[in-house]
């Protein structure tokens, strides 16, 4: 890639926020030039150059997409494109303590929508095996679980397993950070008071459902099973 071709991939930056204006350039350079994994970008040298900044601020700003995992050191290529966790960055700040009400409150959301939502795959991905695996752990909860709104380790082992049923290893690593906060938000006062627990469809009845009926009538009944949380959303 010349120089000219760099230049033009890059607007003016000024003097403001030096190294996030360079940060930003840099991802637009990626972009632009729809580079892949594995695939060099130019040389520090080349950059500072092309931007008329300082090797130190090329420095910093590449720290930082090294940071997000954008881009890694290879041994005779220099920087290369890399793919990045983005759950892994994204588990980083994933604490409920610094995290904004609304931003918990969304989070909250996303957690009922994604298991309303994954009827489809449980049911191209189901095993007899499967079914057979929630039976025993819904066969091992707690006689009254069916008065329970909410317990973060009953949570944990059937919802994990359904979302390991999925076969979506992002999702499933997604479940185990929305979690903890859907559990720190349940308690901290933020949505309304859980109201009396209603009927509602519960572990096994989900299984039931899996093992006899359909997408549609799963999609139904986790809504319904998700009642409760909903019913503490709106007014």
Do not use: C, W
Request: proline residues 3%.
């Amino acid at each position: 890639m010349g120089l000219n071709a760099i230049k033009e991939s890059f607007k003016s930056v000024d003097t403001s926020s030096l190294v996030d204006k360079v940060e930003a350039n840099l991802v637009t350079l990626l972009q632009e030039r729809k580079l892949k994994v594995g695939d060099s970008i130019p040389k520090e040298l080349e950059l500072a150059e092309a931007l008329g900044v300082s090797r130190t601020v090329i420095r910093e700003a590449l720290l930082r997409l090294r940071m997000m995992g954008l881009i890694e050191s290879k041994k005779k290529k220099g920087a290369v494109i890399t793919s990045p966790d983005i759950l892994e960055i994204m588990g980083k700040s994933m604490n409920p303590y610094i995290l904004s009400e609304e931003t918990l409150r969304d989070i909250f959301e996303i957690r009922l929508v994604l298991e309303i939502g994954m009827a489809d795959l449980l049911f191209q991905n189901l095993k007899p095996q499967d079914i057979a695996e929630l039976y025993e752990i819904v066969n091992s909860e707690p006689a009254n679980v069916e008065n329970h709104i909410f317990n973060i380790s009953q949570e944990i082992t059937f919802h994990g397993k359904l979302y390991e049923i999925t076969g979506n290893a992002t999702l499933k690593k997604f479940q185990k950070m929305l979690l903890p906060v859907f559990d720190y938000v349940h308690h901290s006062g933020l949505l309304r008071k859980p109201g009396s627990a209603r009927n509602f469809v519960s572990h096994k009845g989900l299984v039931d459902i899996l093992q006899n009926g359909s997408p549609e009538l799963f999609r139904n009944a986790m809504r319904n099973h998700l009642e409760n949380h909903f019913a503490r959303l709106f007014d």
